[in-house]
Nanobody
Framework: QVQMVESGGGSVQAGGSLRLSCIPS????????TAWFRQAPGKEREFVAAITWSGQTTAYSDAVKERFTISTDDAKYTVNLQMDNLEPEGTAVYYC????????????????WGQGAQVTVSS
């Protein structure tokens, strides 16, 4: 079963930056939209950002807009999430998810998930 594979998590002080990357476990996996979600301890999983396969359409939650950037490489294989000016509220496990349809904001919209990458932001 194909999964998404996240990399790049870690710890940073408030105001710092981290970059997450996501690839499918199989290079032949076909997806249309990829999204990042995050889940903090004791909270529900929440939408962070999404991008269509072409990279032409992106969407962000209000909480990260203007600070996070989602992008895809020229081969449309890797999806990156550049996170700048991180806040302690950004501490969470970040999940990459993909679907074979247009992007959505609900976790239930996505069929294929990764194991998650821990991001810790200290004040």
């Amino acid at each position: 079963q194909v999964q998404m594979v996240e990399s790049g998590g870690g710890s940073v002080q408030a105001g710092g930056s981290l970059r997450l990357s996501c690839i499918p476990s199989s290079p032949t996996f076909t997806r249309y939209a990829t999204a990042w979600f995050r889940q903090a301890p004791g909270k529900e999983r929440e939408f962070v950002a999404a991008i269509t396969w072409s990279g032409q359409t992106t969407a962000y939650s209000d909480a990260v807009k203007e600070r996070f950037t989602i992008s895809t490489d020229d081969a449309k294989y890797t999806v990156n999430l550049q996170m700048d000016n991180l806040e302690p509220e950004g501490t969470a496990v970040y999940y990459c998810a993909a679907r074979k349809a247009g992007w959505g904001r609900k976790a239930s919209d996505y069929e294929t998930w990764g194991q998650g990458a821990q991001v810790t932001v200290s004040s």
